[in-house]
């Protein structure tokens, strides 16, 4: 059975940004479109979703919420840079790399055949994530058998995760919160209307 995994940076345009701005790490902090009141959050640190803040508010409502927000603009081509500077150092691992053309920091990484190279999986995938934090970053690692059960497991955790069995994965991704996964707004409020989390 083909493996693969999903190497997710959460947030990565926001990751950009603390980096330009370390001292926004003790705040609520998000990314906007536009540095302006009407610009739309894109991405959240987690002080910021804990104060109510979700992507898809303007940043006058998100500040609101949270009046200690720090927000600011990242800018396409830096996003673009980065993740083709990620791409070429992922290669180390495997040659079969997709970053995601929708979703900035979420890379599929094909795993086929790499238990010969490595002691194991989980081993496979400590060295993705050393890698990864070595370059500033931090990220989910997951490997299983579909894109979709490692994309969403890796959105809703940290670390590392390996899953030897399908039913397994499909069970992990079950449990995540709708919030974790990037929904449209309006898609995602229906759904919580439904009652579906």
């Excluded at 059975?1 to 001292?23: I, N, T």
């Excluded at 992507?55 to 609101?64: C, Q, R």
């Amino acid at each position: 059975m083909d493996r693969l995994a999903c190497v997710s940076l959460p947030a990565f345009p926001l990751q950009l940004l603390l980096r330009r701005h370390p001292e926004w790490i003790a705040h609520p902090a998000a990314v906007v479109d536009a540095d302006r009141p009407q610009g739309r959050i894109l991405w959240i640190s987690g002080k910021a979703r804990q104060a109510g803040v979700l992507p898809g508010l303007s940043y006058a409502e998100a500040l609101s919420l949270a009046a200690g927000l720090r927000a600011g603009a990242v800018p396409a081509t830096k996003v673009e840079a980065e993740i083709g500077a990620l791409t070429e150092r992922l290669r180390r691992f495997t040659p079969d790399i997709e970053p995601s053309s929708e979703e900035p920091g979420i890379f599929w990484l094909n795993v086929a055949g790499l238990d010969r190279l490595y002691a194991s999986l989980n081993a496979w995938a400590r060295s993705v994530s050393a890698e990864i934090g070595s370059a500033g970053f931090h990220a989910a690692v997951v490997v299983g058998f579909t894109r979709f059960g490692t994309y969403a497991v890796a959105k809703a955790r940290e670390g590392i995760a390996v899953f030897d069995d399908p039913s397994r994965e499909r069970a992990a991704a079950q449990q995540v919160p709708l919030d974790r996964l990037s929904l449209e707004r309006d898609f995602r409020d229906t759904l919580l209307q439904l009652g579906v989390r």
